[in-house]
């Protein structure tokens, strides 16, 4: 029988984090920590789409969907092989919780999954799927993720990818990846580390009337939408900080939740 596999919630950043060899090393050394997974889920910020839909079974383009950077980032490449055996389970899982899903297959892995995957699974030989975002609500996100959670008795590895705290313009692009963090930005994550820590769901869930500077730290709440996927497949697992931090401001927090 395959182990039980834990479920992450990563802070993915745009490219220029792959030129970061603080952020590498510390997903690097969390990937050593990890079993190797059968396949891999992923829940991006960067995909929305309802009914809920599944990325290509099969190899296609990556998705570049970023702008402004350097060419060099348009022309990286990821070539993990999809997974119609974790699509039928997905789909299968979905109908069991009444949920209709959609397949795009010309729909390739978009930069919140490909960027940490080539830090952490370069090899790029563990099939890949992407999962769309049907909503923003943080309850029905917790009840989709519920939904997956036995797909990780298959050795599915799912990842919800997003940022612990993301406002653009609040970022502090002059003063260096390593600028003191601005006060909402940390009050937000000291916030979300305790209520994390605590196994406080529900505070989790009502993030935006119980965290300090939710407004702040999330004017669109994307990228704060995975984690609750990533919590609703860990159930009552334990909560691990496996990534702490900020990048240019923003905290970059990252968990995984293991039974």
């Given at each position: 029988m395959l182990d039980n596999m834990p479920v992450l919630y990563l802070s993915h950043?745009?490219?220029p984090l792959l030129d970061d060899p603080l952020w590498i090393s510390e997903l690097k050394a969390w990937r050593k920590r990890l079993p190797t997974p059968q396949a891999i889920l992923m829940?991006?910020?960067h995909w929305e789409s309802n009914p809920i839909s599944l990325s290509a079974s099969r190899q296609v383009p990556l998705v570049y969907?970023?702008?402004g950077f350097e060419d060099r980032f348009y022309q990286l490449e990821y070539a993990a092989p999809g997974s119609p055996v974790l699509g039928a389970s997905v789909e299968q899982l979905l109908a069991e919780a009444h949920m209709s899903v959609d397949h795009d297959e010309t729909r390739g892995l978009d930069h919140g999954a490909w960027v940490p995957l080539m830090v952490m699974f370069p090899e790029a030989t563990v099939p890949v799927m992407q999962l769309s975002l049907p909503t923003l609500n943080p309850t029905q996100l917790f009840d989709l993720g519920k939904a997956l959670a036995p797909l990780r008795d298959e050795g599915v590895l799912i990842i919800g990818s997003g940022f612990f705290t993301h406002n653009l313009r609040g970022m502090r692009w002059d003063a260096g990846p390593n600028a003191e963090p601005p006060s909402w930005s940390r009050e937000f994550?000291?916030?979300g580390a305790q209520v994390l820590a605590a196994g406080e769901i529900d505070q989790l869930l009502n993030f935006q009337r119980s965290a300090p500077a939710a407004g702040i730290a999330h004017p669109r709440t994307e990228h704060f939408a995975p984690l609750f996927v990533t919590?609703?497949?860990g159930g009552s697992d334990q909560v691990v900080?496996?990534?702490d931090g900020f990048w240019f401001g923003l905290a970059k927090r990252s968990i995984s939740v293991a039974g």
């Open positions: 950043g745009a490219p829940i991006s910020a969907d970023f702008w994550d000291e916030w919590l609703g497949a900080n496996e990534v």
